[in-house]
């Protein structure tokens, strides 16, 4: 099998929901595939199946990425395989649980998953992308990266950082040919609400995308060059506001003298 012109895509979390509709597209995008995700049997089949169908290749790697050991193995190939040039960061789980209900050990596997996985991958791929001239970091956050009332705090928390460190990369990469887009997906019928603690079928069908519509969508945001997709939102121009007020925040930021509401008299 040939290496693909278009080159290779490394999607974690790839075995099901989410991860798995971004490989099929990005196979019949024409891209090599490097799958990850813990379950090995759902990775094996969902390869086969694409590379029988689009006559792509497609490597899988079984790793558990709350642990170091696979995570290293992982950041091993990003930084060695220099066909690499999308790393789409989607290797997620959630939680519905409030604090006061909620296991803090839960939480820290969460935040390795959700955070330390994501932006140690992010070190692995960035540098190897800049080196050859250009690629790709898809990151997976979520409307809960701005709403972080809707679910568990830390949960929300960790796609706040997701959206952060993609601000952070975007302003540094932005010269160096590396296209860098967060996914900010509302509720999508996947496994992940099972997980999470809340089966899909107890939310309002109106509030629920189908996780293939989501992805289409977020594709189609890349195409038009967004950093920031939201695919539910109706006006672009909401997020567009939203933006512009942070930016309208950033000249008053960091001042030597309190604001004159709080009454100090400067020293
Ligand atoms: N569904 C939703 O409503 C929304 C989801 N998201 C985000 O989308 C992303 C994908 O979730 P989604 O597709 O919905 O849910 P799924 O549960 O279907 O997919 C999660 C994927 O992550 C993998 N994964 C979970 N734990 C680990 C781990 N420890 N190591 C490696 N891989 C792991 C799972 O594979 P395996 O079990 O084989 O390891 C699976 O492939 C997540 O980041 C989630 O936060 C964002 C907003 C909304
Ligand atoms: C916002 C949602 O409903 C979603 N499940 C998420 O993971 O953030």
Same mark, same amino acid.
């Given at each position: 099998?040939?290496?693909? =012109?278009?080159?290779t895509a ?5 075995? +099901?929901?989410i991860? $798995?509709?971004?490989? !099929?597209r #990005?196979? @019949? ?10 379950n ?5 089949g ?6 029988t ?8 790697v ?10 290293s193995?992982i ?13 789409v960061?989607n ?5 519905? =649980? ?9 939480? +820290?596997?969460?935040? $390795?998953?959700?955070? !330390?996985? #994501?932006? @140690? ?13 250009g ?5 997976i ?16 928390g960790s ?18 040919n ?10 999508? =019928?996947?496994?992940?609400?099972g997980?999470?603690g809340?089966p ?35 006006e ?11 930016q309208?925040l950033?000249p ?7 604001a ?8």
């Open positions: 099998m040939t290496k693909s =012109a278009k080159g490394l999607v974690t979390g790839a075995s +099901s929901g991860g $798995a509709i971004y490989a !099929d #990005l196979a @019949r995008r024409g891209y090599d595939l490097i799958l990850v995700a813990r090995r049997e759902r990775l094996d969902l390869a086969k199946r694409l590379s169908e689009t006559g792509r290749s497609i490597e899988i079984a790793a558990d990425l709350t642990k170091r050991a696979d995570v193995r950041e091993s190939i990003l930084r060695s395989n220099a066909n690499i040039n999308v790393l960061n290797a997620g789980v959630g939680a519905t =649980a409030p604090l006061l209900a909620s296991d803090v050990d839960k939480m +820290s596997d969460m935040i $390795a998953l959700n955070v !330390d996985a #994501l932006m @140690r991958l992010t070190y692995a791929a960035v540098p190897g992308l800049v080196a050859r001239g690629g790709a970091i898809i990151n956050a979520s409307v809960v990266g701005v709403q972080p009332e809707l679910l568990n705090g830390v949960y929300g796609k706040a950082f997701v959206l952060a460190l993609t601000h952070s990369l975007q302003h540094e990469l932005k010269d160096k590396i296209r860098v887009q967060a996914v900010l997906p509302g509720a999508t =019928a996947t496994e992940f609400w997980i999470a809340t899909v079928e107890h939310l309002p069908g109106e509030i629920v995308m189908k996780a293939e519509d989501m992805v289409d969508a977020a594709l189609a945001g890349f195409d038009q060059g967004e950093i920031f997709t939201v695919p539910s939102l109706p672009a121009a909401d997020w567009q506001a939203y933006e512009a007020a942070r309208k950033m008053n930021l960091s001042r030597s003298a309190p004159a509401r709080y009454g100090v008299k400067a020293a």
